[in-house]
């Protein structure tokens, strides 16, 4: 695949934001609205292993392994995250699930003062 | 050229599906071939662990806890509440057609002409990886394991039967 340039995988991560952030405000069940999230750090992760790869370092740096690794770094502490917060995340659903028998998410207005 | 562009509308026919099924669970399963198209498309990258790493954690890990919870709540079958069609949707796709017409006008311009790859080909072998992320990445990675040890503690706290 070396046809590609850069600007086709922004695209790509463009799109897929845009429906992520539009799955987000639109749906009303929590779990899809996780799920949009998770796409939403998907097209981030594209759009850092895309800039990794394509974008010329400086000549003061190119000897040094690091200055190529930095996106596929970040890609990494963001699959971490991500983890992380899904299984924070479905545990509060269920905690919510139990407590109210219900997960709809224009119900859930406990914090609403 | 012709993989990647069958690869990508693979992608953005799943992540449509994901926002647009109204099932929970056709939602995941979207989502799985959403993160393994993207997966390969990370190989074509020449970023072939964090490629394996995706399908691993995303849809071996990550989609697994999805479809566990679906299954546990009871949300696979018909749909409890319907959607409802009012302002906000009209507004979310509003707003999601900004958002991309902002980015595409004022990103687009300056990266057409990176058509040559800068990278090395070797630069997302495990070895590279394994590498920089254990000498130069250190600290963050330990700061990375912190917190997923917090997201346990938190994950087995809320999962208690009494809080």
């Not at chain 1, 370092?57 to 963001?78: H, I, P, W, Y």
């Not at chain 2, 198209?37 to 970023?47: D, N, S, V």
């Not at chain 2, 009871?74 to 009012?86: A, C, D, S, V, Y």
Request: some cysteine; aromatic content about 12%; proline content about 3%.
């Amino acid at each position: 695949m070396t046809g590609n340039n850069l600007a086709d995988y922004l695209t790509l991560g463009l799109i897929m934001f845009s429906i992520g952030a539009v799955g987000v405000i639109v749906r009303r069940n929590p779990i899809v609205i996780f799920m949009c999230i998770e796409l939403m750090l998907n097209a981030v992760n594209l759009t850092f292993l895309a800039f990794a790869r394509f974008t010329p370092t400086s000549a003061a740096l190119a000897d040094r392994a690091e200055s190529f690794m930095s996106g596929q770094m970040m890609v990494v502490f963001v699959m971490a995250v991500a983890a992380a917060e899904v299984a924070v995340g479905l545990g509060i659903i269920m905690a919510i699930y139990r407590l109210r028998n219900e997960i709809d998410i224009d119900e859930m207005n406990l914090l609403k003062g | 050229m012709t993989v990647f562009m069958v690869l990508s509308a693979i992608a953005i026919l799943a992540a449509l599906g994901v926002v647009l099924f109204s099932s929970p669970v056709r939602s995941a399963l979207c989502l799985v071939f959403n993160f393994f198209t993207l997966a390969f498309i990370y190989f074509g990258l020449k970023t072939e662990l964090l490629g394996i790493t995706q399908i691993v954690v995303y849809t071996g890990a990550i989609m697994v806890l999805f479809l566990f919870v679906i299954m546990l709540l009871n949300l696979g079958g018909p749909q409890t509440w319907k959607e409802r069609f009012e302002f906000r949707t009209v507004l979310g796709f509003g707003f999601g057609f900004a958002l991309a017409a902002v980015i595409a006008s004022q990103v687009f311009a300056n990266f057409q002409y990176f058509d040559k790859p800068q990278a090395p080909d070797s630069f997302g072998s495990p070895q590279a990886l394994g590498r920089v992320l254990f000498t130069h990445y250190v600290w963050p990675f330990e700061i990375a394991s912190i917190l997923l040890l917090i997201g346990i503690v938190g994950s087995i706290m809320l999962a208690k039967r009494k809080l």
